[in-house]
């Protein structure tokens, strides 16, 4: 698949522009969105995700218009946001099974085993009966790499997933994510150049709300 974002503005109530004309191609693949606090990063990944209105411009999925048709986006899409909400009371078991009834995994028995599949994977099946408020910052964001998985999404956006992790679990979400299929389009933001230059094949530095590059990390590296 490929996303196109074509000449995408936002300027929110109170005056700020975030977004300022901006264009990128993204294919299957890791992409890597590098910029500081600030930059534009969460308003770019929040508009793909269709949870905001741009100004200006479109995003294409293939031939799916996603501010259009924004319902048919959500279907293809796994996100996972940078204020990502725990539920303190329930277990993880309980919460993926929830997200998964809600991404309309409505036959019980299929939710179950897609929740079981998906606790191995993001190695938290032995902990899958304990409150999410118990774990870790690390754990929190397996678990949070784990609902965005739910249902076999096309597009999967993980907004400054590894900011807080100590260098072992950033390497277990390293491990994870470039474990995600490679006909899936995974757009990780970060302001973490190690990020980008060990999982991503494709990258933009994003800047005032405006692409300032775009290429491989290695491509970049010499242009910086
Ligand atoms: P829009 O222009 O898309 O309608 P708003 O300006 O109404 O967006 O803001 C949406 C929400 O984001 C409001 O709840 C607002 O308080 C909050 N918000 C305002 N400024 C910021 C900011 N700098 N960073 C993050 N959130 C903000
Ligand atoms: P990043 O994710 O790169 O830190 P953001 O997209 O969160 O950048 O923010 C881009 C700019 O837009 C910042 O100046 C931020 O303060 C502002 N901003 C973000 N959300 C809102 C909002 N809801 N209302 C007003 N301003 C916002």
Not at 16 to 23: E, G, N, Y
Not at 45 to 50: E, G, S
Not at 74 to 85: E, I, T, V
Not at 149 to 163: F, S, Y
Request: aromatic share 4%; net charge negative; hydrophobic share 40%.
């Amino acid at each position: 698949m490929q996303l196109r974002i074509n000449n995408l503005s936002k300027t929110y109530s109170n005056g700020k522009q975030a977004l300022k004309d901006i264009s990128l191609t993204i294919d299957n693949g890791m992409f890597g969105l590098l910029g500081q606090n600030g930059a534009g990063k969460s308003t770019l990944m929040r508009t793909i995700a269709t949870l905001q209105d741009a100004d200006q411009g479109s995003i294409l999925l293939d031939n799916l218009d996603v501010l259009r048709q924004p319902e048919e986006m959500r279907k293809l899409l796994g996100y996972l946001p940078q204020d990502f909400g725990v539920y303190p009371n329930v277990s993880a078991t309980e919460m993926l099974d929830h997200i998964a009834g809600m991404k309309g995994i409505s036959i019980r028995k299929e939710r179950q085993e897609a929740v079981q599949e998906l606790l191995q994977r993001v190695n938290l099946y032995d902990v899958r009966h304990r409150k999410l408020s118990t774990y870790s910052g690390g754990m929190k964001q397996r678990f949070g790499i784990a609902q965005a998985l739910l249902g076999n999404p096309r597009v999967i956006i993980v907004d400054e997933p590894t900011a807080g992790l100590d260098p072992l679990e950033r390497n277990r979400f390293y491990n994870l994510l470039s474990e995600i299929g490679s006909n899936t389009i995974v757009i990780l933001s970060t302001h973490i150049v190690e990020d980008v230059s060990t999982l991503c094949n494709d990258m933009a530095i994003i800047g005032g709300g405006s692409v300032l590059q775009a290429g491989s990390p290695s491509e970049i590296e010499q242009m910086l």
